[in-house]
Nanobody, 122 residues
Framework: QVQLVESGGGLVQAGGSLRLSCAVS????????MGWFRQAPGKEREFVAS?????????GYANSVKGRFTTSRDNAKNTVYLQMNSLKPEDTAVYSC??????????????WGQGTQVTVSS
C-alpha cells in the first residue's frame, strides 16, 4: 500500500522560508499526481498546491500562495517538495501531502500523509 510521510515543518519568523518534503513508498511514485493541503485551527482544510505526474509537469496553486510557494517533484527520490517563501503568520497550519494514481490530482485525493506543523511567528 502506498505511504506518504511529510517532514520539514517547524517554527519560522515572518518573511522566512521553509521547505517541506513528502516521501512516497509502496508504489511507483511516477504514476501519482501529488499535492499539498493545509488546515489551520478552527478552519476548513484548504488546497495549497498540486503537480501532475507527467514529465512536462503542470502545477496548480491556491491564490493565497501564488508567487510565494512552489511545488516540485523528484521521481528518482520518490519525493515531492513544497518550497515556502515570504511566509506570513496566516500560513500557520498543519500541512499534509496527498496523492492520486492519476495524471492530475483530484479534489478528493485517495492517499494522505500524517501532516507536519508549520508555525510562522510575527
Amino acid at each position: 500500500q502506498v505511504q506518504l510521510v511529510e517532514s520539514g515543518g517547524g517554527l519560522v519568523q515572518a518573511g522566512g522560508s521553509l521547505r517541506l518534503s513528502c516521501a512516497v513508498s509502496g508504489d511507483t511514485f511516477s504514476m501519482y499526481a501529488m499535492g499539498w493541503f493545509r488546515q489551520a485551527p478552527g478552519k476548513e482544510r484548504e488546497f495549497v498546491a498540486s503537480i501532475t505526474r507527467s514529465i512536462g509537469t503542470t502545477r496548480g496553486y491556491a491564490n493565497s500562495v501564488k508567487g510565494r510557494f512552489t511545488t516540485s517533484r523528484d521521481n528518482a527520490k520518490n519525493t515531492v517538495y513544497l518550497q515556502m517563501n515570504s511566509l506570513k503568520p496566516e500560513d500557520t497550519a498543519v500541512y499534509s501531502c496527498a496523492g492520486d494514481r492519476r495524471v492530475a490530482l483530484t479534489t478528493t485525493p485517495s492517499y494522505w500523509g500524517q501532516g507536519t506543523q508549520v508555525t510562522v511567528s510575527s
